[in-house]
């Protein structure tokens, strides 16, 4: 639950002032760690992709695997032309 303890100990963060930081950690540790844990699971997903491509392991997870070439509409037509055969000859 955000309390008004907590509101009011970001609100001193994002505000700034001299040795805001320090005070925050010192007043609040556990708002301050929380806001760190936050921001490391905002930045992971931007930096630990490119880094795991640079050493060579699998990516596929992050990016997907690469999907089969397009397929242009009219084949979809006819794709969908010939379902509907099939099925109104096992009818």
């Known amino acids: 639950m955000f309390t008004s303890v907590g509101s009011t100990a970001v609100a001193e963060f994002f505000m700034g002032g001299k040795g805001?930081?320090?005070r925050i950690i010192d007043r609040e540790p556990v708002v301050a760690f929380s806001?760190?844990?936050g921001s490391i699971g905002f930045a992971a997903?931007?930096?630990i992709p490119p880094i795991r491509?640079?050493?060579g392991y699998d990516t596929s997870q992050y990016?997907?695997?690469p999907s089969?070439?397009?397929v242009s509409t009219a084949e979809v037509g006819l794709l969908f032309r010939l379902s509907i055969?099939?099925?109104c000859r096992r009818l």
């Open 20 to 22: 805001h930081i320090k």
């Open 35 to 37: 806001i760190l844990l």
């Open 45 to 47: 997903p931007q930096i």
């Open 53 to 55: 491509r640079s050493m």
């Open 63 to 65: 990016y997907g695997r």
């Open 68 to 70: 089969p070439a397009p």
């Open 85 to 87: 055969l099939t099925t």
